[in-house]
């Protein structure tokens, strides 16, 4: 697993339009050399302000869209169409408005779908799913994710990994339902660390004074359970991508980075 590499920026609308071009990079390497890309999503105020600058960006329809993968790492289980479902978001944000393939859309499960709101039942046809889409290579759990962008809580939560809970725990399953999470709404569906550290990069991001606290915990040696954050690696990249608000209270061997 890689070693955070930090990148900061000088406050969080640049972020949102520096890591859209990072992921706009990314997405057309990933489909120059491999044909498509897989890229998983996540919510919040920096995840969905990301997506907005990215819709913004001119340089957006160098990507195929039709040779993307998107997932999700998380998702609030609610009825289809709920404008707190990070899918909603997401469609507001940029989905609507290029050509998808809706069938490489992968939205996790709601709680008026098939399964209704048995969240476990949820949970396991998304990793169904998600093992379809994996190669021989990757042993049929995840694909190797191009992009795994997680957004990160003021207590470290990433996906709905919440410190201490049993989803944060788990070491089998891909994707597992959350009960009682202490952000609303309690019942959510998340992928688990194992999934996310499948993905060849994770990016985690962060803004605001709010983050600045976890970051540093995050990034100082803590333990995953404690901070599900510092758990979120990936496989060739783990990048974190802050504002000065959240960078702030970095160890000072962090950030700003050493001369040599
Ligand atoms: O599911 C949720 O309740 C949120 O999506 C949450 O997990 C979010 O991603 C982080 O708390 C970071 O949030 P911000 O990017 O808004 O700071």
Known sequence: ??????????????????????????????????????IVLT???NGNGLLAALAAAPARDAIDWARLDLW???????????????????????????????????AMP??????????????????????????PENRGAVPAFDVLMLGVGPDTHVASL???????????????????????????VTLTLPAIRAAREVWLLAAGEDKANAAAIALSGAGEIQAPAAGARGRSRTLWLLDTAAASQLPRSLYPPATP
């Open 162 to 188: 919440f410190p201490e809970l049993p989803a944060v725990r788990e070491t089998e399953r891909t994707v597992v339902g959350v009960r009682g999470a202490p952000k609303p709404p309690p019942t959510r």
């Open 1 to 38: 697993m890689s070693t955070p590499q930090l990148v900061v920026h000088r406050d969080k609308e640049l972020m949102a339009q520096a890591a859209a071009a990072r992921l706009i990079t990314k997405i057309v390497d990933a489909q120059a050399s491999r044909g498509s890309a897989s």
């Open 110 to 135: 709601a709680s008026d779908g098939p399964h209704g709101t048995d969240v476990e039942a949820a949970a396991a046809a998304y990793a169904k799913e998600l093992g379809r889409a994996a190669g």
């Open 72 to 106: 999700w790492g998380d998702e609030r289980f609610l009825p289809e169409g709920d404008p707190d479902r990070n899918v909603t978001q997401a469609r507001a944000a940029l989905l609507d408005s290029v050509p998808l393939d809706p069938e490489r859309v992968h």
């Open 43 to 45: 919510g919040g105020r």
